[in-house]
């Protein structure tokens, strides 16, 4: 029984989804998105948290084409809307180990 209580609770912090018109959150610690990944409604906007005691991090869509954006330190946000179908992966541009990915749909 544990082990599957576990095992749900672990689920539930790899993929999370969001309606469309809220906005979802992510959180940085440890140097980890949390969620990894995320499913949101076209129209969602995401909220990045950088809840690490001293470490600056940024969201970088890499493959999308877009610039790497400016740092954001401890206690800092970043946002960003999605109003396309598909999906997004994206990374922590000064620590490329840190991944994470948001898929959007209708």
């Known amino acids: 029984m544990f082990n599957k209580v576990i095992l749900a609770f672990m689920a539930l912090i790899i993929s999370f989804t969001v309606n469309a018109g ?9 140097f980890e998105f ?12 995401i909220r990045w948290t950088n809840n690490e005691k001293r ?19 401890p206690e800092e946000t970043f946002e960003l809307e999605f ?9 922590c541009g000064p620590h490329p180990e840190m991944l ?7």
Do not use: C, L, M
């Open 55 to 73: 470490q600056y991090h940024s969201v970088w869509f890499e493959e999308r084409g877009d610039p790497e954006p400016d740092y954001f330190f």
């Open 22 to 30: 809220d906005v979802a959150d992510v959180s940085i610690k440890k």
């Open 100 to 106: 994470g990915t948001v898929i959007v749909t209708e």
């Open 83 to 91: 109003n396309e179908v598909g999906t997004f992966p994206y990374r």
């Open 34 to 45: 949390i969620p990894k990944e995320i499913t949101v409604k076209k129209g969602t906007k």
